[in-house]
């Protein structure tokens, strides 16, 4: 019910962008999450215990967990629905709620690298819990770091699986990565320019974002923005990315009950890695703005921090003086 691009320019440009399609408002809020904080799997006894290396900013669901976010490190991360998830059985390792994953990982890993080198060795297990809306929650995950590096992690039959590399740009829905790599093979040889598969379904979905992203320009063309001052010139970028995301978005209101892959998009966001800003678009405002990290106080000790959007809050331009300290919300417990 989802997309996310990874978008490599030149001058070392690193942009991630993401749709979060889904059935019904999740009530999403931003977050400031200092470094030095006490977490706890949310699973109760033997739940994974650790302290946050890192601060970041993060688009929370149902301010149960975190959905999308980067940390003051620049690593980005985002989860996207994958029905055929089956985490297993926890095999004797310390669980963790799937509402903590993405969080996890930005709290203790400053490259993509650095967490596959750790995750690949599972040092907890993951519990799913039951969603607000009544279904299990059943993700999958991406990172992306200002190296233009990668990963997926899906867990298939109960075992992880990871496809690590600068190659894996995208990823939608169902079904497995695997096969969502095969299909994109087939339409290679056809040519995006010739034909483009054009139902709103994940794989669909897939193809059309793998082409766009790949054929967006690398290098800033002036001819757009002649007037913005030189450091400024990555808004093009952003801009196109934006425009990707939102291309191959599902207009409000269209949902299919009977296929839980395929749902209306409420937001989108784009990472900007070089230039640590974190854009948010709201599809139902609408509205566009952002948060630049070097705004913000990620010390330990530092208060958490709130950015009310559920209820219909806009924004414009920097957004980061006004967040708000606030109590962190519970993270969802399995």
Not at 258 to 265: F, L, V
């Amino acid at each position: 019910m989802c997309t996310r691009a990874l978008y490599v320019g030149d001058n070392n440009l690193v942009l991630t962008g993401r749709s979060m399609d889904w059935g019904e408002d999740m009530h999403s809020d931003l977050w400031v999450f200092p470094a030095g904080m006490a977490r706890n799997g949310s699973c109760g006894t033997g739940s994974l215990e650790w302290t946050s290396k890192y601060g970041s900013v993060v688009t929370s669901g149902y301010n149960i967990g975190s959905a999308d976010g980067i940390n003051e490190k620049s690593l980005c991360g985002n989860l996207l629905y994958l029905a055929e998830s089956n985490y297993g059985s926890l095999n004797g390792k310390a669980p963790i709620s799937i509402t903590m994953w993405l969080q996890y990982a930005l709290d203790n890993y400053a490259t993509v690298a650095e967490a596959v080198t750790s995750l690949q060795a599972e040092p907890f297990r993951i519990k799913s819990p039951i969603l607000p809306n009544g279904r299990a929650a059943s993700l999958h995950l991406s990172l992306s770091d200002s190296s233009g590096d990668s990963a997926i992690f899906e867990y298939v039959d109960g075992n992880l699986t990871i496809h690590h590399g600068k190659q894996y740009q995208v990823m939608t829905n169902s079904p497995i990565f695997d096969q969502q790599l095969a299909i994109n093979e087939y339409w290679k040889s056809i040519g995006g320019n010739v034909f483009l598969p054009g139902t709103i379904s994940a794989a669909d979905r897939f193809i059309r974002t793998s082409y766009f992203i790949g054929i967006i320009p690398k290098s800033i063309d002036k001819n757009y923005i002649s007037a913005v001052p030189e450091q400024k010139l990555q808004y093009q970028a952003v801009a196109s990315v934006m425009g990707v995301m939102r291309s191959i978005g599902v207009p409000l209101g269209i949902t299919t009950p009977d296929k839980p892959n395929i749902s209306s998009s409420i937001w989108r966001t784009v990472t900007d890695h070089q230039n640590m800003v974190y854009y948010f678009d709201s599809a139902t405002t609408p509205n566009t703005f952002w948060v630049e990290l070097k705004d913000m106080d990620f010390s330990k000790g530092a208060p958490v921090k709130k950015l009310a959007i559920a209820g219909g809050k806009y924004y414009a331009g920097n957004a980061a003086s006004q967040f708000m300290p606030a109590e962190p919300f519970a993270f969802g417990s399995a």
